[in-house]
């Protein structure tokens, strides 16, 4: 369940990344060309993501990232699921994998593990954070990695506050971590979600919002770490490059450690709404409970 909650706040999280829409299918269907008359504008469409991603409405999010046709179909491969019958074996793996996350000393149980790890790593972690940006500053001078030009650019901008962030965050305080494990747990705990037969009694939209608590936990988790998902979102400005009848393309920029960071993207049209091509947001986690 973990699992399937954190995959759940990742698809949002992507909203202010570099890839923002959810991959269409390669061939666009005949409607297309009569819903392009009447189709949004793609900055509008951008923006609402962003909007839904800062409210924490993750069922609204994930339909909005999904065609309608690729979203029954994942509806429907989750019904297929979830009428299934749960063995006993499946019951208690479940049962067991929540409570590791919502027990009342949950936290305390993940301390206990990680503390340790953490005091092991704590004498190499700053030459690890110089290998880190030593391996970004590459990226942005040398010619030979896969970054493009304009990638390389963005990078270069950030860099500074990268570098800031990086010599004034402590990303082995325990302090902190046990912070945002308290965020993360509490969020869990407020799912509502004990055992399996409770999640399988709920429709796919019941369960990403169900799932909401912990995409509004995974930011303030993040935001511990110094970096406000929030105010990313909030930044988001779209540049409209191109438009056709089914086709656009799009720069988005966003700010970052104080610093602009843009990514261009092609969309096209499905049903009078555009989605971005080669991106890919996998719901199988949901649909295969």
């Known amino acids: 369940m973990k699992t399937k909650l954190l995959s759940l706040s990742l698809l949002a999280v992507a909203v202010v990344g570099p890839s923002t829409l959810l991959a269409a299918p390669s061939t666009a269907p005949a409607a297309v060309a009569v819903a392009s008359q009447n189709a949004p504008d793609p900055a509008v469409e951008i923006k609402h993501l962003a909007e839904l991603f800062r409210a924490g409405d993750l069922a609204a999010l994930a339909q909005s990232l999904t065609p309608r046709r690729q979203w029954e179909e994942a509806r429907l491969a989750y019904e297929m699921q979830r009428n299934k019958p749960t063995s006993e074996a499946e019951r208690a793996r479940f049962a067991e994998k929540m409570q590791q996350f919502t027990a009342p000393d949950a936290v305390d149980q993940m301390m206990a593990k990680l503390e340790p790890e953490m005091a092991k790593a704590r004498p190499q972690a700053a030459g690890m954070m110089l290998m880190g940006m030593g391996a970004l500053s590459v990226a942005v001078n040398s010619s030979d990695t896969k970054l493009t030009d304009a990638q390389r650019e963005a990078l270069r901008s950030a860099l500074p506050g990268i570098q800031r962030w990086v010599n004034t965050t402590d990303f082995l305080s325990v302090a902190s971590l046990r912070r945002a494990l308290t965020v993360l747990t509490d969020a869990a705990r407020r799912t509502g979600i004990t055992d399996i037969d409770q999640l399988k009694a709920l429709p796919l939209e019941g369960v990403l919002e169900r799932a909401s608590p912990m995409l509004t936990a995974a930011k303030e988790a993040v935001r511990t770490y110094g970096i406000d998902l929030d105010a990313v979102a909030d930044s988001l ?33 499905i049903d009078g709404h555009w989605y971005g091509k080669g991106v890919h947001v996998d719901l199988d986690e949901v649909a295969g409970l």
């Open 237 to 269: 400005h779209v540049d409209v490059l191109e438009r056709g009848a089914d086709t656009a393309r799009v720069r988005t920029t966003v700010t970052v450690f104080g610093a602009p960071v843009w990514a261009e993207h092609d969309l096209v049209l």
